[in-house]
């Protein structure tokens, strides 16, 4: 018997055995000998892992260390060897993170004494820039604030990391306040003038349609300016006068002079003056900054 026959005949054979089994069930069944159907068993319960609970921390969550060699002498070494990370940001607040800095690493050294960060090169802008969250709060206790951060890859021989320390720069906020704005045509050239926004200490132009070459047409997008309070703004929205969402969508642009604004085009519709900009803006706002300082982490 060939090799294929043999694996068509213990399958039919598995087939038959599996179909006897089943008639006996069936009759086993029918005499009453056991039940129409016997309970499913219970799945095995998970444990859920809660990101939300305890003090603010940074958690190491993953390393990744990449080497790279080129066997094609005509190609050039253009990548070096790395180590990422991958860091949580976990605790009690964590919910609330509106805004988050980049992982900064202040000191990684390895256990042959090899810094792998130069922390003189970070700029300031990297310290104390911010961008926007955009993790629902369920998902950030579901698993906590990730972020990724690199260095150069450890000494062949190092076997762990004796220092690993930096920090986060997190804001908190408790949710969000919308404050409307009418017919924001008109204040196209000026600053935007509103109690509620000076209160929170927030400043925003709309430039003049002859910064730009060529020149813009407010109507079809607003190019606008936050000179103060940009880490309070959740995210500003249109509407028109049946309040329907004109969808916009942000991009920088710079203006003649160079300076940057920050233009809405708008996704079918146009604004008029019975139109409507909604500025979303976080409620009371605080910094945090969360510190890590980690020993001997073991190298993968």
């Known amino acids: 018997m060939s090799w294929s026959h043999s694996l068509w005949a213990a399958a039919l054979a ?20 056991m039940p129409a159907s016997a309970p499913a068993s219970a799945p095995a319960s ?22 790279f060699r080129y066997l094609d002498q005509s190609m050039q070494q ?3 060897p790395e180590l ?10 964590v919910t609330k993170v509106a805004r988050y800095g ?22 300031e802008a990297q310290r104390t820039q911010t961008r926007l969250s955009s993790m629902p709060p369920e998902r950030l206790a579901e698993q906590g604030l ?10 062949r021989a190092a076997k762990t990391l004796k220092t690993m320390r930096g920090s986060v720069k997190i804001v908190y906020a408790d949710g969000f306040e919308e404050v409307t704005i009418l017919n924001p045509l008109q204040y196209v050239g000026q600053g935007i003038e509103d109690s509620r926004l000076k209160a929170m ?16 047409e407010p109507k079809k997008g607003l190019a606008l300016k936050i000179k103060t309070g940009d880490d309070r703004i959740r995210s500003i929205e249109f509407f028109d006068a049946w309040m329907k969402n004109i969808r916009a969508r942000p991009q920088p642009v710079l203006s003649k002079d160079e300076t940057e604004f920050a233009q809405y085009r708008l996704l079918g519709g146009e604004l008029d003056d019975k139109s409507q ?20 982490v073991e190298l993968p």
Request: charged fraction near 25%.
């Open 201 to 216: 200490g927030i400043e925003i132009s709309i430039a003049k349609t002859d910064q730009f070459e060529p020149a813009y």
């Open 14 to 33: 598995g087939f038959a055995t599996v179909a006897t089994a089943q008639v006996q069930v069936e009759a086993n069944r029918a005499a009453g000998a």
């Open 146 to 155: 990730l972020l990724v951060g690199e260095a150069k890859a450890a000494a």
């Open 78 to 80: 253009t990548r070096p």
């Open 277 to 296: 900009m909604v500025i979303k803006v976080f409620k009371n706002v605080r910094e945090d900054v969360v510190k890590f300082d980690f020993k001997d």
């Open 46 to 67: 998970m444990p859920v892992t809660v990101y939300s609970q305890g003090p603010m921390r940074v958690e190491i969550a993953a390393l990744l260390e990449q080497r």
């Open 84 to 93: 990422r990370f991958q860091v949580r940001v976990a605790g009690e607040n």
């Open 102 to 123: 980049q992982l900064i690493l202040d000191e990684v050294v390895d256990d042959t004494g090899l810094p792998l960060v130069d922390a003189t090169k970070l700029t």
